[in-house]
């Protein structure tokens, strides 16, 4: 069983480098390999932080991270992380279920029609460098923003970050999805701490996991690097229309 959860976590490990959506693997696979879905969430939190990590390296190694960006958009996303987790035990999760299928069939059409900037950075940067150096301050708020998201829901955060950074500050699909990655690092650690502060993650499947989550990040950040805007355009949009159909389909079970 570990080692079938193993492999899901490489497949959704390579997917969440490159367009976000990893979790709508490795959450319905622990919930099939029996764990309850506490231990599931923390479990899965445990093992995608590695993955996530990889593909930052990844991404950074092939120069599309910003630092000066990064300096912002971690700390940001780590603060909205911690206070979203603060806010679910206030408000039910599920009052945002709607809005989000919405969003995410929104993130697709925009994906769909969206051009990528005439100028967007290569892997060694490019002429657009002081402009993204002036969106720090925008970047470092969406950061907050999704990464609230993610410590309260989740779903689709990924998604939502490239989008944002391909709609907000004109960066191109494989880039944004790298400096997603720098968000969505940060919020991973503040769940992770947070579950294991509670002690809901288990630690046996998580790591073993982790293994796959390692190479997969790995993997995906190198396919996004070398196929460029085009692959991470057509996965950002297969991910958000699949995680609208679980979100719909998860509701209208209930």
Same mark, same amino acid.
């Given at each position: ?6 492999? %899901?976590? !490489? ?6 480098? *490159? ?5 709508? !693997? ?55 992380? *911690? ?17 989000? *299928? ?5 993130? /697709?059409?925009? #994906?769909? $029609?969206?051009? &990528? ?19 720090? $301050? ?35 699909? &494989?880039?944004? /999805? ?8 940060? /919020?991973?650690?503040?769940?992770? &701490? ?10 046996? $499947?998580?790591?073993? #996991?982790? &293994? ?12 996004? *690097? ?5 692959? %991470? ?22």
């Amino acid at each position: 069983m570990v080692a079938a959860l193993t492999l %899901v976590a !490489l497949v959704a490990g390579t997917l969440d480098a *490159i367009a976000g959506g990893g979790g709508l !693997l490795t959450v319905p696979a622990l919930l099939w390999a029996g764990l309850p879905p506490h231990l599931a969430l923390g479990t899965n939190k445990g093992q995608s932080v590695f993955g996530s990590g990889a593909s930052l390296a990844r991404y950074a190694r092939g120069g599309l991270v910003d630092p000066r960006r990064a300096r912002v958009t971690f700390p940001a996303g780590l603060a909205g992380a *911690i206070a979203g987790a603060t806010l679910v035990l206030a408000v039910p999760p599920e009052t945002l279920r709607p809005v989000v *299928i919405a969003l995410l069939l929104g993130v /697709s059409v925009f #994906m769909l $029609v969206a051009r &990528a900037p005439a100028t967007s950075p290569g892997v060694n940067g490019g002429p657009d460098a002081a402009r993204r150096r002036g969106g720090t $301050v925008h970047a470092g708020l969406l950061a907050l923003a999704v990464g609230a998201y993610d410590g309260f829901f989740g779903p689709g955060t990924g998604t939502f970050l490239i989008v944002g950074f391909v709609a907000l500050l004109g960066d191109g699909p &494989a880039r944004a /999805s790298a400096e997603a990655k720098v968000v969505n690092f940060a /919020s991973n650690l503040a769940a992770v &701490a947070l579950f294991a502060w509670r002690g809901v993650v288990l630690w046996k $499947v998580a790591l073993p #996991m982790a &293994a796959g989550q390692l190479a997969g990040g790995w993997l995906g950040a190198h396919l996004a *690097i070398r196929r460029g805007d085009a692959l %991470v355009r057509g996965a950002v949009i297969a991910v958000a229309f699949a995680a609208a159909a679980k979100l719909a389909w998860d509701g209208w079970g209930r």
